[in-house]
């Protein structure tokens, strides 16, 4: 299929009328400039779910969702961007032209066909082998661990025959080449230069990507020899570390229920999904990558890790868990009592006491503290310290005050110990890993970081309803004043497309941004109600406090390179740095006494 032209789409977009678009699926009511109704998205009984006519976007304030036509079609009908483009075309009865592909592009493409019928023929040979005569043992293996038929044309599991070379053969014999078989991992050569297969004598498990095409096998032994899982290598279609497990049979289900949960084992997510527990997906591996946190992101924020409870799975959880929480996942672990693993307990115990379990798990942080209780203990005094001191680089992470005080509080309560005193620990943990200026520096922003994000947001509204403003704010230090990433991600987009030329409304704007979190984030920024005031000062406050806030870091970080350079007795680079230095400053008390002249608006 080829390309949709740009021009199309964008004047489709201008075309179609949201809010008859959205009228069809959900009953809306006029109110004031925007009308209202009950969001399709997230069951509610007072409308939170807003459409704009004027800007011809949508929000809800209760789950966030937002964006313009297309998005909405591909959030209620499921389906990706072009599938959308073709329903509103169809709606407003225009054809969709098509663009002919590049020569390259085209190549490529076919290339990746082809490497994804040849897997497509080796899982079907897999799936016709765990049938016939050969696969006798490994389907009673299959029997055993309960699967039923249904789970087993789901997940399209095979077998892969003892013999050296069936699979080879057979593709051979389809006109697979021998190049292909070997790129693809299906086959090896042997020390005797042989083409011999991959995967012998195991059940086999294929790993489709998010579309449900092909990628990669995982095979497991039915006896006791090793490896007991051998995955395919990486191939032009299939990478370590950046695919999951089920994803494309889960992410209904993950979208619909807005949670995910992750789990190790093949044979897990298998179970799960057989119990109805469609939400499930697997790491392929142990450690998780930010790679893969980043898909997930795609579908949900809301992650439960449930891992193995032997020592190895709660040591991966942990680490998983780190990089999904500097992804910023909002994380929970759930932990299998007495010991078994995911497949066994669902098996044993049912849908209904997994269920309860998914609703007991922990926060991450609070998982942490219970593992540190295993660990220290904290009936006496030193073992109370000691998990405190484990747990206070987490403390000193969280930027929210309320957050971080919820978190104290657990921590004094599971303890036993006072609040006080755990606050003094941090106080103290905070000093000795600051120098004291940097500390204030710190302090100084963690107390206004709330008022800086929200001119952040301001600012950003007045750019998009007021584009002439642009050239002032870029002058300012444009992006530079934006530290929040996806408001930043937001301005450049804009900024990108205004400066090549293009007046883009705020709904072409939704399309042109990747993100759906900040799809999300600007449909809420643009269906908020205005600033009461003037805008003309709204802006230059916003403007002036954000290159306040520019300054003061570029203080910081010119005042650590001077001493740099200082200590490594490099005057002239210093002195450089220094009169840098005092430039900043000089603009900095010019600054501030403009904005006592002009006078702050106050920031509640
Ligand atoms: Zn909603």
Same mark, same amino acid.
């Given at each position: 299929?080829?390309?949709?032209?740009?021009?199309?789409?964008?004047?489709?977009?201008?075309?179609?009328?949201?809010?008859?678009?959205?009228?069809?699926?959900?009953?809306? +009511?006029?109110?004031?400039?925007?009308?209202?109704?009950?969001?399709?998205?997230?069951?509610?009984?007072?409308?939170?779910?807003?459409?704009?006519?004027?800007?011809?976007?949508?929000?809800? $304030?209760?789950?966030?969702?937002?964006?313009?036509? $297309?998005? $909405?079609?591909?959030?209620?009908?499921? !389906?990706?961007?072009?599938?959308?483009?073709?329903?509103?075309? +169809?709606?407003?009865?225009?054809?969709?032209?098509? =663009?002919?592909?590049?020569?390259?592009?085209?190549?490529?493409?076919?290339?990746?066909?082809?490497?994804?019928?040849?897997?497509?023929?080796?899982?079907?040979?897999?799936?016709?082998?765990?049938?016939?005569?050969?696969?006798?043992?490994?389907?009673?293996?299959?029997?055993?661990?309960?699967?039923?038929?249904?789970?087993?044309?789901?997940?399209?599991?095979?077998?892969?025959?003892?013999?050296?070379?069936?699979?080879?053969?057979?593709?051979?014999?389809?006109?697979?080449?021998?190049?292909?078989?070997?790129? &693809?991992?299906?086959?090896?050569?042997?020390?005797?230069?042989?083409?011999?297969?991959?995967?012998?004598?195991?059940?086999?498990?294929?790993?489709?990507?998010?579309?449900?095409?092909?990628?990669?096998? !995982?095979?497991?032994? &039915?006896?006791?020899?090793?490896?007991?899982? &051998?995955?395919?290598?990486? =191939?032009?279609?299939?990478?370590?570390?950046?695919?999951?497990?089920?994803?494309?049979?889960?992410?209904?289900?993950?979208?619909?229920?807005?949670?995910?949960?992750?789990?190790?084992?093949?044979?897990?997510?298998?179970?799960?999904?057989?119990?109805?527990?469609?939400?499930?997906?697997?790491?392929?591996?142990?450690?998780?990558?930010?790679?893969?946190?980043?898909?997930?992101?795609?579908?949900?924020?809301?992650?439960?890790?449930?891992?193995?409870?032997?020592?190895?799975?709660?040591?991966?959880?942990?680490?998983?868990?780190?990089?999904?929480?500097?992804?910023?996942?909002?994380?929970?672990?759930?932990?299998?009592?007495?010991? +078994?693993?995911?497949?066994?307990?669902?098996?044993?115990?049912?849908?209904?006491?997994?269920?309860?379990?998914?609703?007991?798990?922990?926060?991450?942080?609070?998982?942490?503290? &219970?593992?540190?209780?295993?660990?220290?203990?904290?009936? %006496?005094?030193?073992? +109370?310290?000691?998990?405190?001191?484990?747990?206070?680089?987490?403390?000193?992470?969280?930027?929210?005050?309320?957050?971080?005080?919820?978190?104290?509080?657990?921590?004094?309560?599971?303890?036993?110990?006072?609040?006080?005193?755990?606050?003094?620990?941090?106080?103290?943990?905070?000093?000795?890993?600051?120098?004291?200026?940097?500390?204030?520096?710190?302090?100084?922003?963690?107390?206004?970081?709330?008022?800086?994000?929200?001119?952040?947001?301001?600012?950003?509204?007045?750019?998009?309803?007021?584009?002439?403003?642009?050239?002032?704010?870029?002058?300012?230090?444009?992006?530079?004043?934006?530290?929040? %990433?996806?408001?930043?991600?937001?301005?450049?987009?804009?900024?990108?497309?205004?400066?090549?030329?293009?007046?883009?409304?705020?709904?072409?704007?939704?399309?042109?941004?990747?993100?759906?979190?900040?799809?999300?984030?600007?449909?809420?920024?643009?269906?908020?109600?205005?600033?009461?005031?003037?805008?003309?000062?709204?802006?230059?406050?916003?403007?002036?406090?954000?290159?306040?806030?520019?300054?003061?870091?570029?203080?910081? @970080?010119?005042?650590?390179?001077?001493?740099?350079?200082? @200590?490594?007795?490099?005057?002239?680079?210093?002195?450089?740095?220094?009169?840098?230095?005092?430039?900043?400053?000089?603009?900095?008390?010019?600054?501030?006494? =403009?904005?006592?002249?002009?006078?702050?608006?106050?920031?509640?």
């Amino acid at each position: 299929m080829g390309l949709i032209p740009e021009e199309f789409i964008s004047d489709l977009l201008h075309r179609a009328d949201i809010v008859e678009i959205i009228r069809e699926y959900v009953p809306l +009511k006029k109110q004031g400039q925007n009308y209202v109704g009950l969001c399709p998205f997230h069951s509610e009984k007072t409308p939170s779910f807003v459409v704009s006519p004027h800007k011809q976007i949508y929000h809800c $304030f209760g789950c966030g969702k937002g964006g313009n036509a $297309f998005s $909405f079609m591909m959030e209620k009908n499921g !389906g990706n961007f072009v599938d959308a483009v073709h329903a509103v075309a +169809k709606r407003y009865g225009v054809n969709v032209p098509q =663009t002919e592909k590049s020569p390259e592009k085209a190549k490529q493409d076919k290339l990746r066909d082809r490497y994804f019928k040849i897997n497509e023929l080796a899982a079907r040979f897999y799936r016709n082998a765990l049938h016939g005569s050969s696969g006798q043992d490994a389907l009673a293996y299959i029997k055993k661990r309960d699967l039923n038929t249904e789970t087993q044309e789901n997940f399209m599991l095979g077998y892969a025959p003892a013999g050296w070379n069936n699979l080879s053969k057979f593709l051979l014999d389809k006109g697979v080449s021998q190049h292909d078989l070997i790129l &693809l991992g299906l086959s090896i050569i042997s020390q005797r230069g042989t083409l011999v297969d991959r995967f012998r004598n195991r059940l086999m498990f294929p790993i489709a990507d998010d579309r449900g095409r092909i990628i990669g096998f !995982g095979g497991r032994v &039915l006896d006791d020899s090793q490896p007991k899982y &051998l995955n395919s290598p990486e =191939t032009p279609l299939f990478y370590k570390g950046k695919h999951l497990y089920g994803l494309n049979l889960a992410k209904a289900s993950i979208r619909k229920w807005d949670q995910l949960i992750i789990m190790e084992g093949y044979m897990d997510v298998i179970m799960a999904h057989q119990h109805g527990i469609t939400n499930c997906i697997g790491s392929l591996g142990t450690a998780l990558t930010a790679n893969q946190a980043r898909l997930m992101m795609r579908y949900t924020y809301n992650t439960s890790i449930c891992f193995d409870s032997d020592a190895a799975g709660q040591k991966a959880a942990l680490r998983g868990l780190d990089i999904l929480e500097q992804c910023g996942c909002r994380l929970s672990v759930i932990t299998i009592p007495q010991g +078994k693993d995911p497949d066994e307990y669902i098996r044993k115990q049912g849908k209904d006491a997994f269920e309860e379990l998914i609703v007991k798990a922990k926060p991450f942080l609070e998982y942490k503290l &219970l593992r540190l209780m295993e660990k220290y203990n904290p009936d %006496t005094v030193e073992g +109370k310290i000691q998990v405190i001191e484990k747990l206070l680089p987490d403390m000193q992470k969280i930027t929210s005050p309320l957050a971080r005080q919820a978190f104290v509080q657990v921590i004094a309560e599971k303890l036993v110990f006072p609040e006080t005193a755990i606050y003094a620990e941090l106080r103290k943990f905070s000093g000795v890993n600051r120098n004291n200026k940097q500390d204030r520096e710190v302090k100084r922003k963690c107390t206004s970081i709330h008022a800086l994000e929200k001119a952040q947001r301001a600012l950003l509204k007045l750019v998009l309803e007021y584009p002439e403003v642009i050239s002032k704010v870029e002058a300012w230090g444009g992006k530079e004043l934006f530290n929040h %990433t996806l408001l930043k991600e937001i301005y450049q987009n804009n900024y990108l497309m205004r400066q090549a030329g293009h007046n883009i409304k705020a709904n072409d704007l939704v399309t042109l941004l990747d993100n759906p979190d900040s799809q999300q984030l600007l449909t809420e920024i643009l269906i908020e109600e205005d600033s009461p005031g003037d805008v003309k000062r709204i802006f230059n406050d916003c403007l002036i406090n954000l290159r306040l806030d520019y300054i003061n870091n570029k203080i910081i @970080e010119k005042s650590s390179l001077m001493s740099k350079y200082e @200590e490594s007795g490099d005057v002239t680079k210093s002195l450089e740095i220094m009169s840098q230095i005092q430039q900043l400053v000089k603009e900095k008390q010019s600054l501030a006494t =403009t904005l006592r002249k002009g006078g702050i608006l106050n920031e509640n």
